[in-house]
């Protein structure tokens, strides 16, 4: 029995051992990619929203009151300053006119013989054969017939005005809106619409700025380092709800003289060259404003940042291979990368492929890599940090 006991413990091991070697355990050192931050100058952009408002509005009403005899544009046309719009009922001012110029001849008359009647007086007078009461008489009867013929021919001017004011002519150029009335209607003197008129090149686009932005360039126009570009002093680029690129471009042309109490914000205004007429006033878009000038800046990819709580981490490999985690302050998007603010030094090795195989304190095997610009130049920048001082930057040029 002892014998047999022996040969099952052997032939157990046979067995055992014919289960192939044992896996090799991981490498100690995973591989990663390294690179330093892509060193690029950089320009901040501060983004608003806005919306596009008319540079001027007008409501066309009319000077007089009368009937509406033709209209003469076309809803929502372009029309240019003096352009007819609507024609009131003429006859009525024509008769005026008429009216005015027959009691202007009369006057005349009566001047022309209250000056003869003077003269008469006068010489008469002088010859002592009027006394000073006739001649005093024949002298204010002439300056009243005088006075009166100035006061008709003021009557007709103001009824030839009448008259063309009868036709009432664009103030302004601009689009104009729908007519408000139409032709037969009874209008009345400064009172009745008739339409709108709205400017469209230039055209502003107006927006609100948080307190602490405005504070922000208010310090920078103080010390002389307020930004600006080859383009004007401060610049703005704009997009529409539809638009990836700021196609729209202008320039800072007002801010107001008082913040808002309430909301902590002040009212600023750009002002746009539209000169194909595609904005139009209360359109909605998206403005950047230069934030500061332009600066070196550290841009790495957004796959190599990691979030550590509520913190973002960027992995850094030191002389040794040992993985350190630095906290970074993040800055916008530009041409695809992420502009780090600091925490991280222009010499230190990112890992920006293999993170997902790495933690702080392990040993890595590094291989050499570079960070390039995903982006075009000139391509769509966005922002994820709402807090100031920029919401979106750009390659300076």
């Given at each position: ?76 046309a ?19 006119v ?16 209250a ?67 139409d032709?037969?209607?009874?209008v ?47 610049p703005?680029e704009?997009?529409l ?17 008082a ?39 550290m ?20 002389k ?56 075009p ?15 979106a ?5």
């Open positions: 029995m002892p014998g047999l006991v022996v040969i099952g413990l052997v032939v157990i091991g046979l067995l055992a051992g014919c289960g192939g070697p044992e896996a090799p355990p991981p490498p100690p050192n995973p591989p990663v990619t390294v690179a330093t931050p892509l060193i690029r100058p950089i320009l901040d952009w501060d983004e608003y929203v806005g919306r596009f408002e008319a540079v001027r509005s007008v409501e066309v009403r009319p000077r007089v009151s009368g009937q509406i005899a033709s209209v003469n544009f076309r809803d929502g372009i029309v240019r300053k003096g352009d007819l719009m609507f024609r009131l009922d003429l006859r009525p001012f024509e008769a005026a008429a009216e005015a110029r027959a009691a202007e001849a009369r006057a005349r008359a009566s001047a022309a013989l000056r003869e009647n003077f003269r008469r007086t006068e010489r008469l007078f002088k010859a002592d054969a009027a006394s000073r009461e006739e001649y005093d008489t024949g002298r204010a009867t002439l300056a009243q017939a005088e006075a009166d013929t100035a006061a008709a021919a003021a009557a007709v001017r103001t009824r030839a005005l009448d008259l063309e004011f009868a036709e009432v002519r664009a103030p302004e150029t601009g689009r104009a809106s729908d007519r408000r009335l032709a037969g209607n009874f009345t003197a400064g009172q009745t619409v008739l339409t709108t008129i709205v400017s469209i090149d230039p055209i502003h686009f107006v927006f609100t700025g948080a307190e602490s932005l405005y504070i922000k360039y208010t310090r920078q126009n103080a010390a002389g380092t307020r930004p600006s570009s080859r383009r004007a002093a401060n703005v704009i997009r709800q539809d638009e990836t690129s700021y196609a729209h471009r202008g320039q800072m042309d007002f801010v107001d003289n913040l808002d109490g309430a909301s902590g914000t002040i009212r600023g205004r750009a002002v746009v060259q539209n000169g194909d007429g595609f904005l139009t006033p209360g359109l909605f878009g998206h403005m950047r404003l230069l934030g500061s000038g332009s600066y070196d800046g841009l790495v990819p957004d796959t190599a940042l990691v979030t550590d709580q509520t913190r973002r981490v960027l992995l850094v490999v030191g040794d291979g040992t993985v350190t985690a630095k906290p970074v302050n993040l800055g916008p998007l530009v041409q695809g990368l992420r502009v780090i603010r600091d925490g991280i030094a222009p010499t230190d090795r990112i890992i920006i492929e293999g993170v997902q195989r790495t933690r702080p304190g392990m040993k890595v095997t590094t291989k050499p890599g570079r960070i390039v610009a995903t982006a130049a000139d391509g769509p920048t966005e922002a994820i940090l709402p807090t100031p001082p920029a919401g930057a750009t390659p300076a040029t």
